[in-house]
């Protein structure tokens, strides 16, 4: 039986609100690995050390500029955890909504909930008729407020497409949140991305699936498609080619069109005539699983890599990311992916890597006001199973400098979204069998229950 945890996540009175939810399994993740790695990271909390003292995953890597990787562990604040409630399956993702409730999704069966700041738990929404969320193999993914939700109530969010017993790819609605009446109304499809279908049918659903939003300062909805490849020995390229949507950035109007100004609007690819597809942003990502403006208006992104380099990114008009041409990871067999190249000309490096992986996965900026916590974004870790903080270096340059609560022992989906005198945290605690005989620790009971107190 899994559990599944929402906490709230406090510090000296002025908070941070932040939600998480389940781990959505890789193909392979690096956790499954055949090589002597550690599966589950011991963290040390050393001042000025790195949390992780694993050697880095591929094994020539040389980071690009300084402190792209290994950061050194500063304890920031202390703060404290408490349980809103434990009877959520699968979260993936939550919205706070003005008053304090949370909205929800459940991945898996895809449902919407509302957690009430009480802790009560709502029954599924109703409305979702017609999109197959409730199938087993498929479901929802993120969900984010429209800007003006307090005037219209309006709510975007992503969801897996399934016909005919065959799950398809990411896909992107809105509706309108009747939460008295425990209803979506209006829901409306606003996009279906390309292709339809992953490079192996059999390729679990939500796998590589990107599917985060986040609603631009310019009113335009940036949600992220990963590239649906199986992982095998060979990369599938897609993430390159720009008459597909899989690995990329998509930029697009509330109404589901391509946003004005998008950089390949009117571009051909290397085929004459094939034309990019005119939502794509940015490109050349492998998992995209967390996306967020800063409060500067920059957006950040961090995906999964390969085994090793798993990533977070500046994202910026019309720049590739390199997947699969450049990485700081290897192969899950431990070989390099392509030609083994960290970086290359044309490529953009993270701003910051991790390496073993961590398996980042929500990202969300502070915005309150405790001065421990100025200017830090907030990511959570799958496999890594902590809530890391990372602060600014130099001008656009971010990184790891102070990872905290690395003791939890939970997986962490989506911290999220609104900062205001509290702060929630969802946690998934669900656990492999493989990873409780790895880690005597992790047997033990988890550290995150109810309230906890550092
Ligand atoms: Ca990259």
Redesign the pocket.
């Known amino acids: 039986m899994k559990h599944h945890r929402l906490l709230a996540y406090s510090s000296a009175g002025i908070g941070a609100l932040l939600l998480a939810g389940l781990a959505m399994a890789q193909t392979k993740p690096a956790s499954e690995a055949d090589t002597p790695i550690p599966r589950t990271p011991v963290y040390h909390t050393d001042p000025g050390q790195p949390i992780d003292s694993r050697a880095p995953t591929k094994a020539d890597d040389r980071p690009a500029f300084a402190q792209q990787t290994d950061a050194p562990y500063d304890h920031p604040t202390d703060f404290k955890v408490t349980e809103m409630t434990g009877a959520l399956q699968a979260p993936w993702a939550a919205a706070v909504l003005p008053g304090g409730d949370v909205l929800v999704t459940e991945r898996l069966p895809g449902a919407f909930r509302i957690v009430g700041k009480d802790g009560s738990l709502s029954a599924p929404l109703s409305g979702l008729d017609g999109l197959h969320v409730t199938t087993p193999q498929t479901g929802l993914l993120d969900v984010v407020l429209d800007p003006d939700f307090a005037r219209n109530r309006t709510i975007y969010f992503t969801y897996f497409t399934y016909d005919e017993k065959i799950v398809g790819n990411t896909a992107i609605a809105r509706a309108v949140l009747d939460a008295r009446a425990g209803a979506l109304r209006d829901v409306k499809v606003l996009m279906q991305t390309l292709p339809l279908f992953p490079n192996d049918t059999t390729l679990a659903a939500g796998t590589k699936s990107g599917g985060r939003i986040a609603v631009g300062p310019d009113g335009y909805l940036y949600v992220t498609i990963g590239d649906r490849d199986n992982a095998g020995i060979r990369p599938w390229g897609v993430a390159q080619v720009l008459d597909t949507h899989l690995g990329k950035v998509i930029r697009i109007t509330k109404d589901g069109k391509p946003a004005p100004g998008n950089p390949f609007i009117g571009k051909t690819i290397a085929e004459p005539g094939i034309k990019a597809l005119p939502e794509i942003w940015a490109y050349?990502?492998?998992s995209p699983e967390g996306l967020a403006f800063a409060p500067n208006g920059d957006l950040y992104e961090v995906?999964h890599?390969p085994r090793g380099?798993d990533?977070l990114?500046l994202i910026r008009k019309g720049v590739n990311?390199?997947?699969p041409l450049?990485?700081h990871g290897v192969d899950y067999s431990g070989k390099p992916v392509g030609k083994g190249a960290s970086t290359g000309p044309g490529?953009?490096?993270?701003v910051y890597y991790w390496s073993p992986s961590t398996a980042p996965s929500g990202l969300a900026f502070y915005r309150g006001n405790n001065p421990a916590w100025k200017d830090s974004v907030f990511v959570g870790m799958l496999n890594g199973r902590m809530l890391s903080r990372l602060t600014p270096e130099g001008q656009a340059r971010w990184w790891a400098r102070k990872p905290c609560w690395p003791d939890m022992k939970a997986r962490i989906r989506d911290p999220s979204a609104r900062w205001a005198g509290r702060g929630d945290l969802c946690a998934d605690r669900q656990r492999r069998h493989r990873d409780q005989r790895q880690d005597p620790a992790d047997i033990a009971p988890a550290q995150a229950d109810a309230r906890i107190s550092h």
């Open positions: 050349g990502l492998r995906e890599g380099g990533e990114n990311y390199g997947w450049v990485t490529m953009e490096e993270p």
